[in-house]
């Protein structure tokens, strides 16, 4: 149990499985919360598909397999509601009143909980079906059908679902009781698909490779991502490569990346100030020069 961080003195109690359940009270434990997971007999999907990643998202937790269809396991997590502050779900709406843990139940017995929903889509559309991929697919997010490279539905629901949760806090310190909030998946994939709906991100687009100081160029050995987006980045790595403001274009830059390797680049870049990272391969660890220029704008 952590004694430290805002959400110290919480109690987070999560039955959800998969990734962003997990995911986001991975992200309320680093904030100091108590967290107690109640999984199923088979346990988590996860534990089996990614194991490290699942050990990942329970560091620190108190990790407990109940049959919730039983009438001891039912009996167990009454006794673990009764001293939660908040309640994390995944499960559709169906299958909680099944089970008596659709809120309107749980207040009845335990009006102090805050309830946070993560369902697949919003309201009356929260029995659809649906994944990461799914959601992803819908709003255009995949391009010409590549698949995606991360779940960034999943993990963007977890952040969404981990602020719901210190909002739910704010709102029952104000109402006096707990509150529920939903999380629909659909509508963080709608969130993430904002740029590229409105022509930012699109093939050729100003993010999309339409501008030279902001894109991917082969070296002479792999690639590099240069984000020079800024007029003062972009006026630093003209003047780190000796370049006239009319030599920055799409096609003298790549003659210019194309004299050394990736690595080599990185290295200059980090001596210069300049936004250039190497491409590592997929499922490796960046190195800490490698996100040195993360975000400095």
């Known amino acids: 149990m952590s004694q430290t961080g805002p959400l110290a003195g919480v109690t987070v ?17 680093g904030q100091g919360a108590n967290v107690v997971t109640v999984l199923p007999p088979s346990g988590d999907p996860m534990e089996q598909f990614a194991k490290a990643y699942y050990d990942e998202l329970h560091v620190g937790q108190e990790v407990r397999r109940v049959d919730l269809k039983s009438p001891a ?3 167990e997590l009454e006794e673990l509601l009764a001293t ?32 946070v929903d993560i ?23 995949l391009g010409e059908g590549s698949m995606p490279t991360t779940l960034v539905v999943d993990l963007a629901g977890s952040e969404r679902a981990a602020a719901e949760a210190s909002a739910a806090l704010v709102a029952r310190a104000r109402l006096g009781e707990g509150v529920r909030r939903e999380v629909p998946l659909s509508d963080l994939a709608h969130t993430m698909s904002r740029p590229l709906a409105h022509g930012l991100t699109a093939p050729g687009a100003l993010l999309g490779g339409g501008l030279p100081a902001y894109g991917i160029y082969d070296t002479a050995e792999g690639k590099i991502a240069l984000g020079a987006l800024e007029p003062h980045f972009t006026t630093a790595l003209l003047t780190a490569l000796r370049l006239q403001p009319e030599d920055c274009t799409g096609e003298r830059l790549a003659e210019v990346f ?3 390797t990736a690595a080599d680049w990185q290295t200059w870049a980090d001596e210069h100030d300049i936004p250039l990272t190497a491409l590592r391969s997929p499922g490796l660890e960046a190195s800490p020069q490698s996100s040195s220029h993360l975000d400095q704008r």
């Open 84 to 115: 939660a502050d908040v309640f994390v779900t995944s499960s559709r709406p169906s299958a909680l009143r099944r089970l008596g843990l659709d809120f309107e139940s749980v207040h009845a017995s335990h009006p102090q909980v805050c309830q």
């Open 73 to 75: 396991g039912r009996a």
């Open 13 to 29: 109690l999560s039955i959800a499985i998969n990734l962003p359940g997990p995911a986001a009270v991975a992200r309320l434990a």
């Open 119 to 141: 369902v697949g889509y919003p309201g009356d559309q929260a029995e659809t079906a649906g994944h990461d991929l799914t959601y992803q697919a819908g709003t255009g997010l």
């Open 258 to 260: 194309a004299e050394r």
